[in-house]
T-cell receptor
């Protein structure tokens, strides 16, 4: 069974631009969570989507948003990029919301210049 | 709020020596506990998880962890380090009541010396 896939793997943007990252969960998994990883803040939860609805949200500004499609694929969007948004963005999938075991993708590394 | 503390941001071990990575959590109720490993330029790979079935949990690549409620600890060990164990290791907790999210420790980077 294929694992979690994320595209693109690497991205370079400039301040003020917006970016969209994509995540395809493991087949049969219906919950997708997003995490941001930075050297200073470590791994932080962004949000969780299940059944095309945002179920939980971390402590991030409204510039960070996401959505989930009927096939469980998810996208996250960051608008008006700031230098501090440079990070590795990780997507994780689980069978359902509330399922404790999450499987991670390889991540998208975003560099904001 | 939950928190996870990993003692030591860097650990250096010799090949063949014991690997011991420490993790303590704060929670009034034992949560689900995890260890993940991250190799350079990769995502997180699940090493093992504790879900209250057994206090000693065996994972992949020869790693195991022991849950000790009295110490609120979930330390990760491997009897004999291999060069391929060089990576960053993260301890994490999950509680449904805390938003269905994983809360991670700061990570411990392991260096294996030949």
């Amino acid at each position: 069974k294929a694992g979690v896939t994320q595209t693109p793997r690497y991205l370079i943007k400039t301040r003020g631009q917006q970016v969209t990252l994509s995540c395809s969960p493991i087949s049969g998994h219906r919950s997708v969570s997003w995490y941001q990883q930075t050297p200073g803040q470590g791994l932080q939860f962004l949000f969780e989507y299940f059944s095309e609805t945002q179920r939980n949200k971390g402590n991030f500004p409204g510039r960070f948003s996401g959505r989930q499609f009927s096939n469980s694929r998810s996208e996250m969007n960051v608008s008006t990029l700031e230098l501090g948004d440079s990070a590795l963005y990780l997507c994780a999938s689980s069978l359902s919301t509330g399922q404790e075991t999450q499987y991670f993708g390889p991540g998208t590394r975003l560099l904001v210049l | 709020a939950q928190s996870v503390t990993q003692l030591g941001s860097h650990v250096s071990v010799s090949e063949g020596a014991l690997v011991l990575l420490r993790c303590n959590y704060s929670s009034s109720v034992p949560p689900y506990l995890f260890w993940y490993v991250q190799y350079p330029n990769q995502g997180l790979q699940l090493l093992l998880k504790y879900t209250s079935a057994a206090t000693l949990v065996k994972g992949i690549n020869g790693f195991e962890a022991e849950f000790k409620k009295s110490e609120t600890s979930f330390h990760l060990t491997k009897p004999s380090a291999h060069m391929s164990d060089a990576a960053e290791y993260f301890c994490a907790v999950f509680k449904k009541a805390a938003g269905n999210k994983l809360t991670f420790g700061g990570g411990t980077r392991v260096l294996v010396k030949p």
